[in-house]
């Protein structure tokens, strides 16, 4: 089994679940790091760990919900691949671009780092992501570890914890900006 250094809390609580290094693995349904942030369920399938600090991927489950709060990662790239379900995805470059798009089974979307945006699940989804190697910990930074496979109950992290995490994982919330949708 592998350990991870006691100094990051983000690793600590998950150590032996993924390798932790740059070797081949398998995981069955439901066996990545899971955490539950608010009423949804991410799973880390690959971390900065296993990639050589390249890419991290999860997936986010969730039933219908409310719109997440703007936010904007500055050092994140991120994809929204549907794998089932329909989510609606808002970016915003505060310049000349912005949209708003529903996407459905199978559409993609890519959010580069620097893009303000948000996203609300219009009907129970499930999400492939990935992103720039690290960022995948910021789940486990807000949320709350679980072993559950479907998304169970709703944990709302304080405000503080978020903060702290946007820190860490160079994201910035930004509840009071407006989409122009």
């Known amino acids: 089994m592998t350990t991870f250094p006691t100094d990051d809390p983000d690793k600590v609580a998950f150590a032996g679940i993924l390798p932790a290094a740059p070797k081949p693995y398998v995981l069955g349904n439901g066996q990545g790091e899971k955490s539950l942030v608010f009423d949804q369920l991410f799973e880390i399938l690959a971390s900065g760990d296993e990639t050589s600090d390249q890419y991290g991927a999860w997936t986010m489950k969730a ?64 999400v492939f992501g990935a992103g720039t190697a690290g960022f995948e910990r910021f789940f486990h930074a807000i949320g709350q570890k679980t072993d559950a496979t479907e998304p169970q109950g709703v944990f709302v992290p304080d405000f503080s914890v978020m903060r702290a995490a946007g820190e860490k994982y160079w994201t910035q919330f930004m509840p009071e900006f407006r989409f122009r949708d």
């Open 63 to 126: 039933p219908r919900g409310d719109r997440i709060p703007a936010h904007i990662h500055h050092r994140t790239h991120e994809f929204f691949y549907v794998v089932d379900g329909e989510i609606s995805v808002w970016m915003d470059d505060q310049a000349d671009y912005h949209s708003k798009t529903t996407l459905t089974t199978g559409d993609f979307a890519f959010v580069p780092a620097g893009i303000v945006h948000a996203f609300k699940i219009e009907n129970t989804t499930t």
